[in-house]
């Protein structure tokens, strides 16, 4: 955990326009490092963490790319809803798509696509939050 802290702070800083993400595959024990792949990136992060396997996976897009366009899909919520198009959630695949969850997948898809022409979305089936009581 502590080696994923330390590339995960140090990943968006050092390689803005590489950098993806990080995971932890426990039962393999490995550290993986989502990257654009960029010379010289894999040796210093593996050097960081000399304590731990590191594997890298190849990304297209960087995190700040994915985490400003995933924002702006954020803005746009309300705006959708006004167009029946109800989005329950949207997050960032590492290195890969914004993800957009909405009530119908299949009917909105092509129309939240065609509206961030160029964006890497994955629009997927998502589900309404429900909320745990401590009672």
């Known amino acids: ?3 994923a802290e330390t590339v995960d702070v140090a990943g ?4 803005p326009d590489s950098y993806a993400g990080v995971a932890l595959d426990l039962p ?9 792949p960029t010379s010289g990136l894999d040796a ?3 050097a ?3 304590q731990v396997a590191v594997r890298f996976v190849d990304a297209v897009y960087s995190a700040r790319q ?3 366009w995933n924002d702006q899909v954020g803005v746009d919520a309300g705006w959708w809803q006004r167009r029946d198009v109800v989005v329950h959630g949207r997050y960032v695949r590492f290195g890969e798509c914004v993800v957009v969850e909405v009530e119908h997948p299949q009917r909105d898809a092509a129309r939240i696509v065609a509206q961030y022409h160029g964006v890497p979305l994955c629009v997927e089936q998502g589900y309404p939050a429900v909320f745990l009581n401590a009672d």
């Open 12 to 15: 968006p800083r050092r390689w």
């Open 28 to 36: 393999a024990g490995f550290l993986l490092v989502h990257r654009v």
């Open 66 to 68: 994915l985490n400003t």
């Open 1 to 3: 955990m502590a080696a």
């Open 48 to 50: 960081m963490v000399p």
């Open 44 to 46: 210093e992060v593996a």
